[in-house]
């Protein structure tokens, strides 16, 4: 296999070349977004079996690896350990030239398209940008992928928000009404995956997946305010939490199942579009009389509703039909909606905890919300 330069890439051991033992072939996947929550959560799964994993990661002025850290391994730390199995490259999706690169220097079997601009309310504010990473993104990858010099399987990062205004259940046939500028980007997307499936023969997969939460979940999106906020008025930093719409319903599922369903899509004899949901909607009040009940607070005490939070154009209600990942790829949710909310309150208390540590000793300003 060739070799990145990368900066996080291990590197071989100095001197002569030694022989080495032929070793099963193992596969090896590209990761875009592996920064993020699916990202981390897919480096997992693929690692457990036995994958070599490659992730591009965009330049920061700050790490942006902290999901990743408890996978990383050093090499200089522990030089006499083979070449670890992750490893990290930079790129970004509004680069071809890096994409190309970065695919003729790896060389996956497998590519999983999980990098965009994520956030819905923050693509009204910058939607020239959101459809450039989120939409011609995926479109300078799919041709990288077109133009590699061997076969690769292309997994897409499709979303339920695609659906928008039409009424649920929603399935692989239901018509998108997209509501944001996110939204139709990844529905440009979904058809650019389509047609390079229909016209150069890709095996290239739409998951279409409905929101899934984790305690990587990001902290601006409307769960895991609600469980950061819960945590840390259990422990006294916080008193209030301002949110916007609280009647919205939205299929909640847990990530790391969800990622499950994005391997399985490309272990397929022949490449397909699927759902992936949970079945089961609730309200963001629900979420919050959930996940402040379960750590024994009333949540009308605590929330203040602000309009600032509110989109142009919202999405009211989604819940998937996922009838045909799980007849086909054998798949269904092992987290229901209560164990998710706990999971995610029981994190955040715990997080909370050592924040206080931190306040207390001083080194942190406990008016600093996430
Ligand atoms: P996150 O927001 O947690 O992660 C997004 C990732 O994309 C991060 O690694 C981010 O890097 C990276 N990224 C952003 N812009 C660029 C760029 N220009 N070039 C390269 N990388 C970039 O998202 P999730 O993990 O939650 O979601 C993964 C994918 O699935 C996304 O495409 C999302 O739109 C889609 N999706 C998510 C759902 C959900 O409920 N979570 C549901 C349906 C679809 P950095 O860390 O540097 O910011
Ligand atoms: P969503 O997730 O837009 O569904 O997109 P988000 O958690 O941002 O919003 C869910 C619902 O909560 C309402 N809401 C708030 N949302 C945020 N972020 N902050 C608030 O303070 C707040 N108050 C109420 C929203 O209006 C909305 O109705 C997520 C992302 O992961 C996308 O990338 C992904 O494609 C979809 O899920 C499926």
């Not at 330049?59 to 690896?65: A, G, K, M, V, Y």
């Not at 995956?193 to 997969?205: D, K, M, S």
């Not at 919050?288 to 602000?306: E, M, R, S």
């Not at 009838?323 to 029981?346: S, Y």
Request: aromatic fraction near 10%; charged fraction near 25%.
């Amino acid at each position: 296999m060739a070799h990145s330069n990368g900066d996080a890439a291990g590197g071989d051991g100095e001197g002569a070349p030694v022989p080495r033992p032929l070793a099963p072939a193992r596969k090896v996947a590209l990761i875009t977004g592996i920064t993020g929550q699916d990202g981390s959560y897919l480096t997992e799964l693929l690692l457990s079996k036995g994958y070599e994993v490659h992730g591009l990661i965009r330049r920061s002025s700050n790490f942006n690896t902290q999901r990743l850290d408890h996978i990383y391994h050093d090499p200089h730390a522990v030089p006499s350990s083979p070449r670890p199995p992750m490893r990290l490259h930079y790129a970004d999706l509004s680069d071809s030239s890096s994409l190309r690169r970065a695919l003729d220097a790896i060389a996956p079997d497998e590519v999983y398209n999980l990098a965009a601009q994520s956030h819905v309310a923050v693509s009204f504010e910058i939607p020239d940008y959101t459809a450039d990473v989120t939409a011609t993104g995926a479109l300078r990858l799919l041709e990288a992928v077109r133009l590699a010099r061997k076969p690769m399987r292309y997994y897409q990062a499709g979303s339920s928000e695609m659906f928008g205004s039409t009424p649920p259940p929603q399935s692989e046939d239901t018509p998108f009404h997209p509501r944001s500028p996110y939204a139709a980007a990844k529905v440009a997307a979904h058809w650019y995956t389509v047609n390079y499936r229909e016209a150069y023969g890709l095996f290239a997969c739409n998951g279409v997946l409905f929101n899934h939460e984790s305690p990587r979940r990001g902290e601006n999106f409307v769960t895991r305010k609600i469980t950061r906020a819960v945590g840390r008025i259990k422990v006294g930093l916080q008193t209030k939490v301002f949110l916007g719409n609280l009647s919205a319903a939205r299929d909640w599922g847990f990530a790391g199942d969800y990622v499950e369903a994005m391997w399985l899509m490309l272990q397929q004899d022949q490449p397909g579009d699927y759902v992936v949901a949970t079945e089961e909607s609730h309200t963001v009040e629900e979420f919050l009389q959930a996940a402040f009940g379960y750590a024994g607070l009333n949540w009308k005490d605590h929330v203040v509703i602000d309009k600032k939070y509110f989109r142009p154009a919202e999405v009211d209600s989604l819940k998937g039909d996922s009838t045909k990942a799980r007849r086909e790829l054998k798949w269904k949710p092992k987290v229901g909606f209560q164990q998710l909310v706990e999971m995610m309150v029981d994190h955040d208390i715990e997080l909370a905890k050592k924040e206080k540590v931190l306040v207390d000793a001083g080194y942190r300003d406990p008016k600093q919300q996430p």
